[in-house]
C-alpha cells in the first residue's frame, strides 16, 4: 500500500520546462514501478513514461520522446517526471501512479495521485 501525491504543475509558454514531482507515503516507493499519465479534457489517459523498481523502462510516449525524462530517487522516495521544449497540445492533468510489475495500461496501475494541472500557452 502506498499514497501518492503529485506537484509542481502551473502554467508555462511554450518552449518552458517543468518538472513534476510524485511522493510517495507510506511504504517504500522502491517497491513499485512508476508511471506518469496525462489526460487532456475530452481524451483518453495515456502513458506518458514508466519506470520499474529496478530502473527498467518502458517506451515513452511518441509524443513526448527526446523532451521528456523520468527519473526515480528511492533513497528519497520520490519519482520526477521533467518536462523540456514543453507544447500546448502538452496540457492536461499529470498524474503519477504504481503497480508491481512495469506495465503501460491505465488500468493495469494499483494507486494514483490526485494528478496536477499543466497548463501550456502559447
Known amino acids: 500500500q502506498v499514497q501518492l501525491v503529485e506537484s509542481g504543475g502551473g502554467s508555462v509558454q511554450a518552449g518552458g520546462s517543468l518538472r513534476l514531482s510524485c511522493a510517495a507515503s507510506g511504504r517504500a516507493l522502491s517497491t513499485y514501478a512508476v508511471g506518469w499519465f496525462r489526460q487532456a479534457p475530452g481524451k483518453e489517459r495515456e502513458l506518458v513514461a514508466a519506470i520499474s523498481w529496478s530502473g527498467e523502462l518502458s517506451p515513452y510516449a511518441d509524443s513526448v520522446m527526446g523532451r521528456f525524462t523520468i527519473s526515480r530517487d528511492n533513497a528519497k522516495n520520490m519519482v520526477y517526471l521533467q518536462m523540456n521544449s514543453l507544447k500546448p497540445e502538452d496540457t492536461a492533468v499529470y498524474y503519477c501512479?504504481?503497480?508491481?510489475?512495469?506495465?503501460?495500461?491505465?488500468?493495469?496501475?494499483?494507486?494514483w495521485g490526485q494528478g496536477t494541472q499543466v497548463t501550456v500557452s502559447s
Open positions: 501512479a504504481a503497480s508491481f510489475t512495469l506495465v503501460r495500461g491505465a488500468h493495469e496501475y494499483d494507486y
